[in-house]
Each structure stands twice: as structure tokens, then as C-alpha cells.
């Protein structure tokens, strides 16, 4: 056996110590911790049978004037605003809605409900809907669809036209906020940061008590336009 067999053995030998010497972090613990990070619940079909079970009147219980028919839910306007029963906090919610021509509403989230807020967007950080194109007042930016609503602006606006179905997806965890449109992410926010605080502070909810918790209701806005909601679905995630 030649010199140079052995001292190449004893490297070989050393270099097998020491990789099996190595910390477990391998790929496979990675990707559990990552699916982990990622576990989310059922989903919550909030129009259930076709009824508002879901749902009642904000700052108040018997809802007037909403309608779920064949999975749609509707308002012809001037009826009032609806939120869920329940609270969510890190979620991810889905729906398909329309408006007519000139047509307004919202989708909002973490809405708290006390006596002393009157009204649903005194708390709750508003998803716009609005027909962009046809609206009888000029938008800003900031008053467009997809928007934090009067606060930041969406980053483009694949939006269908008045009178088409689009799909609006809000995902939120640990109060960082992403507004999705037809499938393209739009928006992200965080609640409580400086930089949002520094926009709202420049907005008409700067006196408000508007996004300062990031747990409340889900509410669907009657801004006097008709309006038409499906496929409201609703799940946790951690």
C-alpha cells in the first residue's frame, strides 16, 4: 500500500467526519417550517343556502333591503351598510361583484362596531369599487378601484368594465394588507406603520379612530348604487 493511498484515505475519511458533523438543516426541514408558516383553515362560504346568516345590519340586527338569490347577494341601493357576525383577523377573502354604470361601492375590513362610530368607514380601511371610467365626480388616484380608499392608491387597475363580474381578493396577516384585483396584486399596506399612519394623517380620516386595530367585522358598503356580490368566501390562515 503506497503513501500516497493512505494519506488520500485519511482525507476522505476526515472530510466524511466532518459532513456528517454538519447542522440538520436540510431542504426537507425548511420546506415544513415554510408549509407551517403557510397552514390555512376551510374555507367559509358566507352566503351559505342563500341566506344572510352570515351577516347583519351595522350597528344594528335585522337587515333591510339585501338579497341572496341563485348565490347572489344584492342591494338596490339606499338600504344601509352589512357586516359579518363574526371576526377575522389574519384571513384571506375572496368574492366576485359588479356595478352599473356610474356605480359605487366597498368592500371593508377590521370594522368595529360601537355606538360612537356612526358610520361603517370610520374604523374599517375600505377596498374601493367604483366605476372609474363613468363616475359622475372626478377620482383621484386614491378614489379609484382597488384602493385604500381616499388613502393609497392601487399600483394599476386591471379593472373589467360596468356591468362585468371582476374578483377582488384581500389577504391580510399580522396586519399586512394585499389588495388583489382579477387576479393582479394592486396594493399592500401595513396597519400601524409610520408610513401609513402618515397617509391617513394627510387624508379626511385623520380625526377618525380609522385603521388602528388590525381584528374586526367584515362589511360590504350601500353607497345609494345598486350592487351585486358572489362567491363571498372567507378562511384563516397563520
Not at 343556502?49 to 341601493?77: C, F, P, R
Not at 360601537?114 to 375600505?126: I, L, V
Not at 402618515?198 to 348604487?225: E, N, T
Amino acid at each position: 500500500m503506497t503513501n500516497a493511498f493512505l494519506i488520500s484515505s485519511s482525507i476522505f475519511a476526515l472530510l466524511f467526519v466532518g459532513l456528517q458533523k454538519l447542522p440538520q438543516t436540510n431542504q426537507a426541514t425548511t420546506i415544513i417550517q415554510h408549509s407551517q408558516s403557510e397552514k390555512k383553515g376551510p374555507w367559509i362560504d358566507l352566503l351559505a343556502n342563500n341566506t344572510l346568516d352570515a351577516w347583519h345590519q351595522y350597528n344594528g340586527s335585522t337587515i333591510k333591503g339585501w338579497k341572496v338569490e341563485n348565490g347572489m347577494l344584492s342591494t338596490t341601493g339606499k338600504n344601509g351598510d352589512i357586516v359579518t357576525n363574526q371576526e377575522f383577523e389574519n384571513f384571506e377573502l375572496e368574492m366576485d361583484w359588479k356595478i352599473e354604470k356610474s356605480g359605487n361601492s366597498g368592500i371593508f375590513i377590521y370594522v368595529v362596531e360601537h355606538p360612537d362610530h356612526k358610520h361603517m368607514y370610520q374604523t374599517g380601511p375600505e377596498f374601493q369599487i367604483i366605476d372609474n371610467e363613468n363616475y359622475p365626480q372626478k377620482l383621484t388616484e386614491q378614489q379609484k378601484t382597488g384602493a385604500m380608499s381616499d388613502v393609497i392608491a392601487p399600483s394599476l387597475s386591471p379593472l373589467k368594465p360596468a356591468g362585468q363580474w371582476n374578483k377582488t381578493k384581500i389577504v391580510s396577516k399580522n396586519g399586512k394588507v394585499e389588495h388583489w384585483l382579477n387576479k393582479k396584486l394592486i396594493l399592500t399596506y401595513q396597519i400601524g406603520s409610520t408610513e401609513l399612519k402618515a397617509q391617513i394623517a394627510k387624508s379626511k380620516f385623520a380625526a377618525l379612530p380609522y385603521a388602528k386595530v388590525a381584528k374586526g367585522k367584515i362589511g360590504i358598503q350601500d353607497h345609494g348604487d345598486p350592487v351585486y356580490f358572489k362567491n363571498i368566501k372567507i378562511r384563516e390562515i397563520n
